[in-house]
DNA sequence: CACATTATGAACCGTTCGGTTCAATACGAG
DNA sequence: CTCGTATTGAACCGAACGGTTCATAATGTG
């Protein structure tokens, strides 16, 4: 056969991510990625065709992988509806707290590709427009069986409390990155908890 | 004395703004500034120095507009509290309908300078934290005359609930990057403020 | 052991970047 | 009218960009 490979294409991948979350995708140069990943550039270029189709693919390495984790929890048949969304901003408060650098949150990679990418990278839009769908879909089945249940406020449809969930999750991420204290951010999630229960 | 400028800088510096909200820091070429200008590279770098120093103006002046106006609202002696915070979530949604280009919102500024530039210049980041700090007092001042007229829930301080609203306020915004409907983004503020009432 | 095949790193490519220089120009004060 | 000053656009600068080329090295297979 031929010479194989001496690095792992899954462990670049995911140094790649991390560059691109910390960094963003303009600011993150080709040797960034060399660095982060310690490949050469020929074997970036022959591993992932392009800076754009790395970065494609950290994104939905994100995605997969951030998307699954809260598909999960929210899916979890052993708790009640609102402890499934308990559970889910409890997660994303403890992940701002343990991604925190130099006293500030990286934020979230879907976030921080909605604000840098999806007005300029229409196949970004697409990732993030059909990973905002899934999420959405999952928190509606939640909260539509809270309201069944009576645990869930039913002063709006589910579509609205599941957009809702959504902006309050989408600010915590950037009042991490704004700096805000990990306390701050559990007062936001709880306030917002505060606001589905009936 | 000498030959004047045939350029209004005020004007120029609102053009460059508009260019750094829509593209972001990285993204935006000193020639992507000269077209949205209309001046020519020895003007701009005459007047702003640089391309960091021009975005630490457009970023001030951002600010500036933004904030003033929402503090204006919060300030209003005419309404009550409560129908302040219902005045400035309107403020906003409307701001993020009014700045849709091709299906989606630009977001704002302040919210994408977090997001891009707060982990990685820290004159961008000091600036962002004064102007939070000074939007969260706003905030808390109206929050605890809700409460102590009756209006606003107690079951939180407010700095608690100014966190709270920040917050949402960042994720209506970046859910208007995200594509999201004007009425979604109508239904995610009317939600944080029924959050809010006693 | 030799071959076919692939991975690798260094050198290279044209382009664009942010920024500077400079000669030509335009104007108000004297 | 002239002089000094400031503005302007075009030409220019070195560096860094994303990406390619290519000679070299390394390996499983026959």
Redesign the pocket.
């Known amino acids: 056969?031929?010479?194989?490979?001496?690095?792992d294409e899954a462990g670049a991948l995911d140094a790649a991510m991390r560059v691109f979350w910390a960094n963003g995708y303009e600011a993150?140069?080709?040797?960034?990625l060399c660095v982060a990943t310690g490949?050469?550039?020929?074997?970036i270029?022959?591993?992932f065709?392009?800076?754009?189709e790395l970065y494609r693919r950290a994104l939905a390495h994100y995605i997969d992988t951030m998307t699954t984790r809260q598909l999960t929890l929210l899916d979890d048949a052993e708790r009640s509806p609102l402890e499934r969304l308990r559970a889910l901003f409890a997660d994303v408060v403890q992940q701002e707290v343990e991604v925190r650098r130099g006293g500030r949150s990286l934020g979230c990679l879907v976030v921080n590709a909605t604000v840098e990418q999806s007005g300029r990278d229409p196949e970004a839009a697409g990732m993030l427009e059909r990973d905002l769908a899934r999420r959405l879909a999952a928190l509606r089945t939640v909260l539509a069986a809270g309201q069944r249940s009576g645990e869930v406020t039913s002063q709006q449809d589910p579509e609205a409390l599941a957009r809702f969930v959504t902006a309050v999750i989408g600010g915590i991420r950037v009042s991490g990155q704004g700096g805000a204290e990990p306390a701050s951010l559990e007062s936001i999630a709880q306030t917002a908890l505060a606001a589905l229960v009936a």
């Open positions: 056969m031929a010479r194989p490979r001496t690095f993150t140069s080709t040797h960034d490949l050469g550039r020929s074997s270029y022959n591993t065709q392009s800076k754009h």
